[in-house]
C-alpha cells in the first residue's frame, strides 16, 4: 500500500492542525493504521494509531487528550486532528500502515510495514 501524508505547515502554540493521509494500492480497510513522528536529532516515535474499522484508537501519553486519529474508509484516508499544539510538537509526521492481523494496535515502528513520506509541522513559541 502507498501512502502520503500532507496538511503539515506552521502553527503557533495553541493553535490547531490537521494532517491527512491518503492510501492507495491496496484495500486499505485490510490495515490499522499510525501516526508516528520524528524531531531533529530524535529517534521517530508513536503518536497514535487506529484500527481497520475506526473502532479502536491508541495515543501517546503525551498527545492524549489533545490530538485525535481518525479515517474514511470510503475514501482511503486516514486523519490526524490536532489541538493545543506545543513547540515539542514539532516534528515531520508520517504515517503508516500494517495489515490488521490481531486486537492489539501497534506502536513499534518496527511493526509497520509501509510508510508515507512525511509532512513538516513546526510549532513556534
Known amino acids: 500500500v502507498q501512502l502520503q501524508a500532507s496538511g503539515g505547515g506552521l502553527v503557533q502554540a495553541g493553535g490547531s492542525l490537521r494532517l491527512s493521509c491518503a492510501a492507495s494500492?491496496?484495500?486499505?480497510?485490510?490495515?490499522?493504521m499510525g501516526w508516528f513522528r520524528q524531531a531533529p536529532g530524535k529517534e521517530r516515535e508513536f503518536v497514535a494509531a487506529?484500527?481497520?474499522?475506526?473502532?479502536?484508537?491508541y495515543y501517546a501519553d503525551r498527545v492524549k487528550g489533545r490530538f485525535t486519529v481518525s479515517r474514511d474508509n470510503t475514501k482511503n484516508m486516514v486523519y490526524l486532528q490536532m489541538s493545543s499544539l506545543k513547540p515539542e510538537d514539532t516534528a515531520v509526521y508520517y504515517c503508516?500502515?500494517?495489515?490488521?492481523?490481531?486486537?492489539?494496535?501497534?506502536?513499534?515502528?518496527?511493526?509497520?510495514?509501509?510508510w508515507g513520506q512525511g509532512t513538516q509541522v513546526t510549532v513556534s513559541s
Open positions: 487506529i484500527s481497520w474499522s475506526g473502532s479502536r484508537t
Open positions: 503508516a500502515a500494517v495489515a490488521a492481523r490481531s486486537n492489539t494496535l501497534r506502536a513499534r515502528t518496527s511493526e509497520y510495514d509501509y
Open positions: 494500492g491496496r484495500t486499505f480497510s485490510n490495515y490499522d
